[in-house]
């Protein structure tokens, strides 16, 4: 059983740019949630999506957008960087949506200049 | 609104001595209540999930947490503590008793460090 899998690991952009970070569930799960950990603090709740729709979302920006894919893949796709964007994004997969009970990935560690 | 509060960022023990990490939540309604675990260069690891069948709730690496609805505390506990639980420990809560879809809110963590 293969686990949650993120990409890129690190990134650099800078101020105004888009980025898009990638992730693949764990085999079987549908459910799908975006988490962004600036340093030092705990995760922070960006959005959740389920059966391919969004349908959850924590206090950020429509700048902040999502895909979930057939497969269960999903995207973070941040318009219009700024610095205090710096910080881990966190995906995690679950197999049934609001049980809390969340398979992380490592992160993608993204830096804006 | 539900919220977390972790009292202390640092908590240094000795191996084989008692872990001990504290958790107050705030919620309007019963909440779910979750610790996971964060080492070094991973993602986190669900530890445990108190859902009000039990009280105590037994996780796994041999730790566990109460549930204390009078003292609104989750706090999590370990007999003796041995030096691969180093590692950042998160509280969180939910609202959310499965049927609906909401993310968790977490606390700020807590730093646990193991002195040989």
């Known amino acids: 059983e293969t686990g949650v899998t993120q990409s890129p690991t690190h990134l650099i952009k800078t101020r105004g740019q888009q980025v898009t970070l990638r992730c693949s569930s764990q085999?079987?799960?549908?459910?799908v949630s975006w988490y962004q950990q600036a340093l030092g603090q705990g995760p922070q709740f960006i959005f959740q999506?389920?059966?391919?729709?969004?349908?959850g979302r924590g206090n950020f920006p429509p700048r902040f957008s999502g895909l979930q894919f057939p497969n269960y893949s999903s995207e973070l796709n941040v318009n219009a960087l700024e610095l205090d964007d710096s910080a881990l994004y966190l995906c995690?997969?679950?197999?049934?949506?609001?049980?809390?009970?969340?398979?992380f990935g490592e992160g993608s560690r993204l830096t804006v200049l | 609104a539900q919220s977390v509060t972790q009292l202390g960022s640092h908590v240094s023990v000795s191996e084989g001595a008692l872990v001990l990490l504290r958790c107050n939540y705030s919620?309007?309604?019963?909440?779910?209540l979750f610790w996971y675990v964060q080492y070094p260069n991973q993602g986190l690891q669900l530890l445990l999930k108190?859902?009000?069948?039990?009280?105590l709730v037994k996780g796994i690496n041999g730790f566990e947490a109460e549930f204390k609805k009078s003292e609104t505390s989750f706090h999590l506990t370990k007999p003796s503590a041995h030096m691969s639980d180093a590692a950042e420990y998160f509280c969180?809560?939910?609202?959310?008793?499965?049927?609906?879809?909401?993310?968790?809110?977490f606390g700020k963590g807590t730093h646990l460090i193991i002195q040989p």
């Open positions: 999506y389920y059966r391919e729709e969004e349908n």
């Open positions: 969180a809560v939910s609202l959310y008793s499965g049927g609906g879809a909401d993310g968790l809110t």
């Open positions: 919620s309007s309604v019963p909440p779910y």
């Open positions: 085999s079987g799960h549908n459910t």
């Open positions: 995690a997969s679950s197999r049934r949506q609001g049980s809390g009970e969340l398979f």
């Open positions: 108190y859902t009000s069948a039990a009280t």
